[in-house]
């Protein structure tokens, strides 16, 4: 797969004329599916069904990860590899999963600043504005996030993970407090990295204190909430760009239209 495939395939959906809102969501799946490819970005017979068993462990709903790989298939046949597309699809989530609000996130912040635990305070912030995994943790290190941008791989798919300047400023001003100079920031008494039940007791602990429901206090919610602000930001810059565009050719219209 190229890049230069994903732009003829969403140049074609955008010339049917499919709305800002449906494009912005097939833009936003074939830029995940590109950033999860490895390397070499070859489609094999297994990746997608391993990107979604992946996406389910990781709190994505059933019916949004239908979404993803129904663009995904859409695709494939566009480039005529239709033996590579996943087929399938999962059943209706039985229950939905519950939706952490942004007020509730500010909410758990404060609890943190509140209580002086500025660790629990910035593992919540990780997963709430970078995406990151659980599992993926060991890899906000102070080599990485000096770097703002660095690749996460999990069986052979490779993505990148952004650290926000805020967020930068904050974990390595936390990890020289704490004498680390290198390596992973989030460790325990001994030195190692935080293991992944104990990253989510933490975060359940911090989110009891805070009055927030059992369902919504896990890193699957914070995740969450940092892929709709992902969603919701890529749409905007979306219509954004459709308004520079009809601002432009409205001045334009004033100087070359027909009747100027």
Not at 38 to 61: C, F, H, Q, V
Request: charged share 25%; glycine share 6%; hydrophobic share 35%.
């Amino acid at each position: 797969m190229t890049w230069e495939d994903a732009e003829r395939y969403l140049a074609k959906l955008e010339a049917r004329g499919l709305a800002s809102g449906t494009m912005g969501r097939y833009q936003t799946a074939m830029k995940q599916l590109y950033q999860v490819l490895p390397e070499d970005k070859m489609i094999r017979p297994d990746t997608l069904r391993a990107w979604r068993e992946e996406l389910l462990k990781n709190g994505y709903s059933r019916s949004g990860v239908n979404g993803i790989f129904s663009v995904c298939d859409s695709f494939l046949a566009f480039v005529e590899h239709r033996e590579l597309q996943l087929g399938d699809r999962l059943p209706p989530d039985d229950t939905p999963q519950p939706e952490l609000t942004r007020s509730e996130y500010q909410r758990l912040l404060q609890t943190a600043k509140i209580l002086n635990n500025e660790r629990d305070y910035l593992l919540v912030k990780v997963f709430a504005t970078t995406g990151i995994l659980v599992q993926e943790l060991t890899e906000i290190t102070v080599e990485n996030v000096r770097t703002e941008r660095f690749p996460v791989a999990r069986q052979g798919m490779r993505r990148m993970v952004r650290v926000p300047a805020c967020l930068r400023e904050e974990l390595l001003d936390y990890a020289g407090s704490q004498g680390i100079t290198s390596g992973p920031i989030f460790v325990g008494r001994e030195g190692k990295p935080l293991h992944r039940s104990r990253v989510s007791a933490l975060i359940a602990q911090l989110s009891s204190e805070a009055h927030i429901p059992e369902a919504k206090g896990n890193p699957r919610c914070l995740q969450k909430l940092y892929r709709n602000a992902l969603s919701a930001a890529e749409v905007n810059a979306s219509l954004l760009v459709e308004q520079i565009m009809d601002r432009q050719l409205e001045q334009e219209q004033l100087s070359t239209g027909w009747k100027a």
